[in-house]
């Protein structure tokens, strides 16, 4: 679609920067995964990648939607990194035992982006969820349609971005979870998820039937 008066793409309302800069024809809808507490167990600041624990039917999910063909993307903020609990190869080294677990069952992720930051030693930053920095770079990398994308996570911070985009998000709470963050998450418009089983089949529209 373009604006009659000058040729130029048409603009929709939840064109971000990065999704104007992505081919309509090429785009795909993924799903946006949160790390800690969503995928793996969350630990507080992990660093030996030998305790990474997926969360219990975490591998279903994921195969859920790469049997969809829905490619999925890890979005994590890492502020351990800023703190100096964990370094740079400590976070490659986890993602790598991640993707090493998933495979081992059959599953797979495409990608995955980290925000090192923190706003008390770092200072401001774009990636930190809420913030959309990492999703506009997967965008483009990945020639992304966010608006039929999923954004799924144990807190309100990791399904905000979807807000940007007209995404549809899941909360999937954790022990981490807090009272505030589900409140938060149903105000604004977020699904509530059992697991992240049952979140992969309301965002596929399959039936899903509770794990025991």
Same mark, same amino acid.
């Not at 279903?60 to 063909?69: E, G, K, P, S």
């Not at 999925?72 to 890492?78: A, G, L, P």
């Given at each position: 679609? *373009?604006? #009659? *008066?000058n040729g130029a793409p048409m603009r929709g309302p939840f064109d971000t920067p990065a999704q104007m800069r992505t081919s309509r024809a090429l785009r /795909? /809808? +993924? &799903? =946006? $995964?949160d790390r800690d507490g *969503?995928?793996?167990?969350?630990?507080n600041y992990l660093k030996d990648p030998a305790d990474v624990t997926l969360v219990p039917h975490a591998a279903? &999910?994921? /195969? &859920? =939607?790469?049997? @969809? $063909?829905v490619p +999925?993307?890890? +979005?994590?903020?890492?502020s351990g990194i800023a703190r100096g609990l964990l370094t740079e190869d400590d976070y490659r080294a986890q993602r790598a035992r991640i993707d090493d677990l998933l495979e081992e069952r059959s599953a797979y992720v495409d990608d995955h982006y980290h925000c090192p930051h923190h706003p008390d030693i770092t200072?401001?930053? #774009?990636?930190r969820k809420p913030g959309i920095g990492m999703f506009e770079q997967a965008i483009v990398e990945h020639q992304i349609d966010a608006a039929s994308s999923f954004f799924i996570g144990d807190k309100l911070r990791d399904l905000l971005p979807a807000k940007a985009y007209g995404a549809r998000g =899941?909360?999937?709470?954790?022990? #981490? *979870?807090?009272?505030?963050?589900v409140q938060g998450a149903l105000a604004e418009g977020f699904e509530l998820a059992s697991s992240l089983s049952d979140a992969a @089949?309301? &965002? $596929?529209? $399959?039936?899903?039937?509770?794990e025991s």
């Open positions: 679609m *373009t604006d #009659e *008066t /795909r /809808r +993924v &799903a =946006f $995964l *969503t995928v793996i167990v969350d630990k279903n &999910a994921v /195969r &859920a =939607f790469n049997y @969809a $063909l +999925v993307i890890i +979005v994590s903020n890492q200072g401001p930053c #774009e990636c =899941f909360l999937v709470p954790s022990p #981490e *979870t807090s009272p505030e963050d @089949a309301k &965002a $596929l529209g $399959l039936p899903h039937e509770p």
